[in-house]
Structure formats: structure tokens, C-alpha cells
């Protein structure tokens, strides 16, 4: 994650290795809050009884509504950064949970 103090900005770059492709798949915020990466074992402790809608199995990037850790910022990005979403990208061992008001873009690198 950088810094841009000339924009504002707290830009967040991701690199994921992709089975089959020789590039890596580049994940880009202009901006974000906050982030977290966690070993995905621990998001069924995290979100037990919560009911899954709209998951879409073998795919690794989702916007999340109504998660544990999305609720525990909402209330002060509701106020400092309206429009904020919770986004998140799970691994074959990780998960790596982003909060910001921008959508991500997706590029291929070598």
C-alpha cells in the first residue's frame, strides 16, 4: 500500500498468481481505508449463521454486504467516506478483505 499525499490518496496494489496463466493478475484501489489479509479458514468462524447470497463458487473476487468486518467500520466510513464497499478476494489459503470507496481494476502483468 502507498501513500499519495498529492492526491489523497492510500492506493493498494495486489498481485495474484492465476493456475495456468504465466502473468500474474494485478488488483488496483486508487484508494483505501483499510484492508486485511487472513488465512480463509478463519471467515467461516467469522461468519457463522450468516446466510451466503448471490456467492458465486471458484471465483475469487466478491462485494460483500452485511460482513462482521464491514459492519465493525460502517458506521465511521459511513460519515468519513460514504458510497465505501467491502470487497474481498480469497485465495487457495488467504483472503484479503478491502474497504474503499472505488472499484477495483484488474490487469494482467508479467
Given at each position: 500500500m502507498?501513500c499519495?499525499?498529492d492526491?489523497?490518496?492510500?492506493?493498494?496494489?495486489?498481485y495474484?498468481t492465476?493456475?495456468?496463466?504465466?502473468?500474474?493478475?494485478?488488483?488496483f484501489?486508487h484508494?483505501?481505508d483499510?484492508?486485511r489479509?487472513?488465512?480463509?479458514?478463519?471467515?467461516?468462524?467469522?461468519e457463522?449463521?450468516?446466510?451466503?447470497?448471490?456467492?458465486?463458487?471458484?471465483y475469487?473476487?466478491h462485494r460483500?454486504?452485511?460482513?462482521?468486518f464491514w459492519?465493525?467500520?460502517?458506521?465511521v466510513?459511513?460519515?468519513v467516506r460514504?458510497?465505501?464497499?467491502h470487497y474481498?478476494?480469497?485465495t487457495g489459503?488467504?483472503c484479503?478483505?478491502?474497504?474503499?470507496?472505488?472499484?477495483?481494476?484488474?490487469?494482467?502483468v508479467s
Open positions: 502507498t499519495r499525499k492526491v489523497g490518496a492510500n492506493e493498494l496494489e495486489a495474484f492465476v493456475s495456468g496463466e504465466d502473468h500474474l493478475l494485478r488488483v484501489f484508494h483505501v483499510i484492508f489479509v487472513i488465512d480463509d479458514v478463519h471467515l467461516p468462524l467469522e457463522h449463521g450468516q446466510k451466503t447470497v448471490g456467492h458465486v463458487p471458484n475469487f473476487a460483500v454486504e452485511g460482513s462482521p459492519a465493525a467500520q460502517r458506521e466510513l459511513a460519515v460514504p458510497g465505501s464497499t474481498r478476494f480469497v489459503g488467504n484479503l478483505d478491502v474497504i474503499s470507496p472505488d472499484e477495483p481494476s484488474f490487469s494482467w
